[in-house]
């Protein structure tokens, strides 16, 4: 089932930019930057065309409750560096 990120993303009060072309990446990628609220840019690609080797894009969470202490210490490090980051 296909699902349309951008109208995703508006519904939530996102700013959205479709982009098919290097030049309306780039485009897009300067007016997203002019934004004061978060932004999604919907990069269309062909199926099979994306890098190989790219690693996943979202972030999945170290267990806040774990026996292991190197889950434990892993949670603390993302904890800290969270404050760190930009909040949208």
Same mark, same amino acid.
């Given at each position: 089932m %296909?699902? &349309?990120?951008?109208?995703?993303?508006?519904s939530m009060g996102a700013v959205t930019f479709t982009v098919r072309s290097l030049?309306?990446?780039?485009e897009?990628?300067?007016l997203a930057k002019q934004e004061a609220v978060s932004v999604l840019i919907d990069?269309? =690609? +062909? %199926?099979?065309t994306n890098t190989g080797g790219y690693e996943s894009w979202w972030r999945v &969470? %170290?267990?806040k =409750?774990?026996?292991n202490?190197? =889950?434990?210490?892993?949670?603390?490090?993302m904890e800290t560096? +969270?404050?760190s980051a930009k909040a949208f």
């Open positions: %296909p699902i &349309d990120f951008a109208a995703q993303a508006r030049e309306q990446l780039k897009a990628l300067k990069i269309k =690609v +062909l %199926p099979g &969470d %170290p267990a =409750v774990s026996g202490e190197n =889950v434990n210490e892993a949670r603390e490090r560096r +969270l404050k």
